[in-house]
């Protein structure tokens, strides 16, 4: 397999510069480094730029609605474990619309990979302010400055008992596709919050911003990915300074593998035994 094996006939619609491209070619790479095929992995977008990926990347593809993009992995992920199942979606879609999914998907540690596309915008829709944005930034949403401070994906997950934790950049596509392998080969809930710069409304968090402050946790001296007490401090590092990289990874037993009826064959691999509900309907009736 090769990247362009996971190419579909469409070309991107994403602005010329858009961070996707970045995070597109990563995972296609992360894919054909773990000799993943096309028909082994499933894709459940969100709503947003990232979402038109589904057009642009030959892999089984679930476009879902705005926010509801983990119930759908995660269902899809219990019904056919031997799917390797992954979510791209917005920053927005992640923490604003879809934030009880995603913390209750990391409390129960469900199987999947979770990829947010963090531009702190709402980009599709021209640039309003997103979960993510800081507090006073001016947007078409927010002309005098949002009043909110910005969510902190990062000791969110923490501090919700995620097991793996990691923060990569779109400008940076080769550690990133090294972000995605560890995500998808840890088993449970991986997070990779990705920076993917929104070249065309996001004037303040360009390439330059981030190649300016980001930092490789990877290359920091008695930096250790299993110690809670340095990820949470490293979490809280934003400003003229900003780590990136995995920040946490630990054991933790998998949703599915509390499940004793999914022991055996993928469920949608057994046969399905139709039962005669005629009798039950008629009680609805
Ligand atoms: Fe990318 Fe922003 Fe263009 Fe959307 S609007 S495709 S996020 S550059």
Redesign the pocket.
């Known amino acids: 397999m090769k990247a362009k094996d996971f190419d579909t006939s469409y070309k991107p619609s994403?602005?010329p510069?858009?961070?996707?491209f970045g995070m597109q070619i990563a995972m296609k790479n992360a894919l054909v480094e773990l000799g993943l095929k096309p028909e082994n992995v499933l894709i459940v977008y969100g709503i947003g730029?990232s979402g038109n990926g589904a057009n642009f990347t030959k892999t089984y593809a679930w476009h879902s609605l705005h926010g509801r993009s983990v119930p759908s992995a995660v269902g899809a992920k219990l019904a056919n474990k031997d799917l390797t199942v992954i979510v791209m979606a917005g920053d927005g879609d992640s923490y604003g619309e879809g934030m009880g999914h995603f913390i209750h998907a990391v409390r129960g540690n469900a199987d999947i990979t979770y990829v947010t596309h963090d531009?702190k915008l709402y980009?599709?829709t021209t640039g309003q302010s997103a979960p993510t944005s800081e507090k006073g930034t001016k947007t078409k949403s927010t002309p005098d400055g949002l009043i909110e401070v910005a969510v902190n994906p990062m000791s969110l997950a923490l501090s919700a008992g995620c097991a793996f934790i990691s923060r990569g950049f779109a400008g940076d596509a080769d550690h990133l596709k090294e972000m995605f392998k560890s995500a998808i080969l840890h088993k449970g809930f991986s997070l990779v919050d990705v920076f993917?710069p929104?070249?065309?409304?996001?004037k303040i968090n360009t390439f330059k911003w981030y190649y300016d402050r980001l930092y490789k946790l990877d290359a920091k001296p008695g930096y250790k990915k299993t110690d809670k007490n340095q990820a949470f401090k490293e979490a809280l590092v934003w400003g003229n300074k900003i780590p990136y990289g995995i920040f946490y990874e630990v054991k933790r037993d998998t949703y599915g593998s509390n499940l004793p009826q999914l022991n055996g064959k993928a469920l949608a691999k057994r046969p399905i035994k139709v039962k005669d509900i005629t009798a039950l309907a008629k009680e609805f009736a």
Not at 17 to 20: L, P, Q, S, T, V
Request: hydrophobic share 25%.
């Open positions: 994403w602005c510069g858009c961070g996707n730029c531009n980009s599709l993917q929104c070249v065309t409304f996001n």
